[in-house]
């Protein structure tokens, strides 16, 4: 069963601009995670928000969670062609320490 | 180096035919997870395991087998029972306190022949 799922499903943006990408999930959580894949290769953790807090930032990263909504968004400023990669966010249910992983946002930074 | 190592990187399986794909980690992690991802999709958990001898199935475990005899290791066998195996596996550890992130290794691609 999904948890999470991604909006998006694909994105397309110009070198330099800005890409955000929505995450919604269904039931209460301890924490919400930020992963990113490229094409054929395992996935690299990003960023991790727990149920507490509101925003956090990494670098060229803003991750947002509005746990009324069950909402997470995850904003990549001044994006490069690097950038190009699908991205996941991944939920932890308040019962369960088993991650589950939404279907993700496939991200297209053009040079 | 720390890490999650899979191997092979290839797979191929023939009708009726049990695969085996390894996984070891290095990181000391207590959690050790397996998931399926298919084109285009998210990740679907197949099996973890949160300690040495102590393993439960996942979201879709049917047609799957795994042991943990040792902390490092986690391999996940597929047998004749998966009638759709095709698929990339990605093996993941954790420190398994429960608010950890996952460290992927780099994924088996498994295919029938």
């Known amino acids: 069963s999904q948890q999470g799922e991604e909006d998006p499903q694909a994105l397309s943006i110009q070198e330099g601009e800005n890409a955000t990408m929505n995450c919604s999930y269904k039931t209460s959580i301890n924490n919400l995670q930020w992963y990113r894949q490229n094409s054929g290769r395992g996935l690299v953790h990003l960023i991790l928000i727990r149920s507490n807090e509101r925003e956090k930032h990494s670098g060229r990263l803003r991750v947002t969670l509005d746990t009324s909504k069950k909402s997470s968004s995850l904003l990549i400023t001044a994006s490069r062609a690097a950038d190009t990669a699908s991205y996941f966010c991944?939920?932890?249910?308040?019962?369960?320490?088993?991650?589950?992983f939404g279907s993700g946002t496939r991200l297209l930074v053009r040079p | 180096d720390g890490g999650i190592t899979q191997s092979p990187k290839y797979l191929f399986r023939k009708e009726g035919q049990n695969v085996t794909l390894s996984c070891e980690q290095n990181?000391?992690?207590?959690?050790m997870y397996w998931y399926r991802q298919d084109p285009g999709q998210g990740l679907r958990l197949i099996y973890y395991s949160q300690i040495v001898n102590d393993f439960q199935k996942g979201d879709i475990a049917e047609g799957y087998s795994v042991s943990r005899e040792k902390k490092e290791s986690f391999p996940l066998t597929v047998t004749s029972a998966q009638k759709n195996p095709t698929a990339f596996y990605l093996c993941?550890?954790?420190?398994?306190?429960?608010?950890?992130?996952?460290?992927f290794g780099s994924g088996t691609q498994l295919s029938v022949l």
């Open positions: 993941a550890s954790s420190a398994g306190t429960g608010d950890e992130k996952l460290f």
């Open positions: 990181l000391n992690h207590d959690a």
């Open positions: 991944a939920t932890d249910a308040a019962s369960s320490y088993k991650l589950i």
